[in-house]
């Protein structure tokens, strides 16, 4: 019975380490078309393996950097031109105010008893215009623009959120992942004295 459950324990172990070696192919081929080279062999991992703590420990503290993450100020910045495409539109209905310039020559033909000849004029002068109605363009244009606003703020508190739960994900990840490997060291080990003991029992059975 004990030769039976060895035998199989091994045919199990056999079939991990084929699905392990293909993973590990298929991770070599991914990392020579990321580095662009071929056969790349990357330097192991340096036992024993110390892995430092994660400063500051606390999830908050690495939570509130991270709302100034790119994606966060890119969704900040949209907002304000947002708000100033409605100020834009608000001030459709507003007189403006231009300031008006002309210079050139003109030319007389002399017919009426006039004297022929060329004169230059010039003028400079200020222009007042006072829109009266637009047929609804204005409303209409601060309506899109305040769903534009609101778009953008919902888009700006999604990226927020999305970024805050990111870094907890993979605050979390680094924590877990730590944790992991000591279990794994301490397991290794206690898989080797397992080895040694049952070697032994088998040499004096």
Do not use: C, M
């Not at 199990?12 to 990392?31: M, P, S």
């Not at 969704?75 to 403006?96: K, N, Y």
């Amino acid at each position: 019975t004990d030769t039976r459950e060895a035998q199989a324990r091994f045919d199990l172990a056999t079939a991990q380490e084929i699905a392990a070696d293909n993973d590990l192919r298929t991770k070599r081929v991914a990392l020579d078309q990321l580095v662009g080279r071929s056969n790349v062999v990357p330097k192991p991992l340096a036992t024993p393996v110390a892995l430092p703590p994660v400063a500051p420990a606390n999830v908050e503290e690495w939570v509130t950097p991270s709302q100034s993450a790119p994606a966060v100020r890119r969704f900040e910045l949209e907002l304000d031109i947002a708000r100033l495409d409605i100020a834009s539109a608000r001030a459709g209905h507003l007189p403006t105010v231009d300031a008006v310039a002309s210079f050139g020559p003109s030319r007389f033909s002399g017919r009426g008893n006039g004297i022929p000849g060329t004169t230059t004029s010039a003028s400079v002068g200020v222009q007042l215009a006072l829109p009266l109605y637009a047929g609804g363009a204005v409303q209409n244009a601060v309506k899109a623009t305040l769903s534009l606003e609101e778009k953008a703020r919902n888009d700006l508190e999604d990226a927020r959120r999305t970024t805050a739960q990111n870094t907890r994900v993979a605050f979390f990840g680094v924590q877990s992942g730590g944790a992991l490997v000591k279990a794994l060291e301490a397991a290794e080990s206690s898989s080797r004295l397992s080895l040694e003991a049952t070697q032994l029992g088998y040499k004096v059975g």
